[in-house]
């Protein structure tokens, strides 16, 4: 395995502190001011800051060795707190709602406790991921994050479920070789490209002889292409590839003992995580999306990374939306 030159907690900060300081910015422009906003920016602050900051060097293990398991717990706290400081700031607490982010966050590290002595990849680890996973695709989360008219309800969800992800695989049960780091690589810009080239050179004459894309260069969609590369690559790719790949075909792969029979299912369950998407059932997406990951999961195999399978993930949903139409 070829070495990482992983990014250190001060430029992973610094990275933060931009991501933040844009979005605020952003929001500003767009008119959003006062307690509601505040406490939203703050919110997103803390989300962002943990995904950010523990993608750096040392960070997950400084808070391992200080506070073993209990840093989990801790994160899980937090994650909950954030939570309500947001429907406190923006005038939308509800205890049904408080009530569903505490037993998310709760049942999550609760199951993640239970099996912190066993290897990776028992039963709690897939209910766990599984129910991760629901929580992003089926949770109602315009109802959860209704403020601002709940054009952030998507964000804030994955946010909040990539920490309790965090919480309960990396501090909790430990698990090895998740890849969870932003960083480069020797060789890594040869698999990030090939990646990205091999696959669209299947997927486009297949979408395309499938009916499910057409070339419709977007060209006066694209001043927004620094804004929505940002967006796909931390809030889309990111945690998908932290999900699908860091933890689901690495933990399949340890518990099956085969690397291969890790690969392929988890990139055919990936492909199955897309069938409701545009239509149920939506067969030609799921092929597609499945062949994507097997593209995906080559590339974390080859870097040991999820920032590098996510950069290819990245540059096929960036191509789709600018050059493609869905059918």
Not at 1 to 6: D, L, S, V, Y
Not at 15 to 33: D, E, M, N
Not at 118 to 126: L, S, T
Not at 289 to 317: E, M, P, Q
Request: hydrophobic share 55%.
């Amino acid at each position: 395995m070829h070495a990482t030159r992983q990014l250190g907690p001060f430029p992973t900060l610094g990275l933060w502190a931009t991501l933040c300081f844009g979005g605020g910015l952003y929001a500003s422009w767009q008119g959003y001011g006062g307690r509601a906003f505040a406490a939203t920016l703050t919110v997103f602050s803390v989300y962002s800051g943990v995904m950010l900051l523990f993608a750096a060097r040392g960070v997950p293990e400084f808070l391992s060795a200080r506070l073993g398991a209990g840093a989990g717990y801790l994160l899980g706290a937090t994650v909950l707190l954030a939570y309500l400081i947001y429907a406190v700031g923006t005038n939308t607490f509800a205890f049904p709602c408080a009530g569903v982010i505490a037993a998310s966050v709760s049942i999550s590290l609760a199951l993640a406790a239970s099996a912190e002595r066993k290897p990776p990849g028992a039963w709690q680890d897939y209910l766990t991921l599984a129910g991760i996973w629901v929580t992003v695709k089926f949770s109602p989360s315009h109802w959860l994050w209704p403020y601002p008219d709940a054009r952030l309800a998507y964000v804030f969800t994955v946010l909040l479920c990539l920490n309790v992800a965090l919480a309960a695989f990396v501090l909790i049960r430990k698990i090895p070789g998740i890849g969870y780091n932003i960083g480069w690589g020797s060789r890594w810009s040869f698999f990030v490209l090939a990646s990205f080239l091999v696959f669209g050179a299947i997927a486009i004459p297949l979408g395309t002889g499938m009916h499910f894309i057409h070339f419709a260069p977007q060209w006066h969609t694209w001043l927004s292409l620094p804004f929505l590369s940002v967006a796909i690559l931390f809030f889309t790719a990111w945690p998908e590839e932290f999900l699908f790949r860091g933890l689901l075909q690495n933990m399949l792969s340890r518990s099956s003992k085969s690397d291969l029979a890790g690969w392929w299912t988890a990139s055919v369950l990936f492909g199955f995580s897309h069938i409701t998407n545009l239509g149920f059932p939506n067969w030609r997406y799921v092929i597609l999306a499945s062949i994507a990951g097997l593209f995906y999961g080559w590339t974390w195999r080859r870097t040991n990374s999820i920032f590098a399978s996510a950069l290819v993930h990245a540059g096929v949903d960036l191509t789709w939306h600018f050059f493609f139409l869905t059918v």
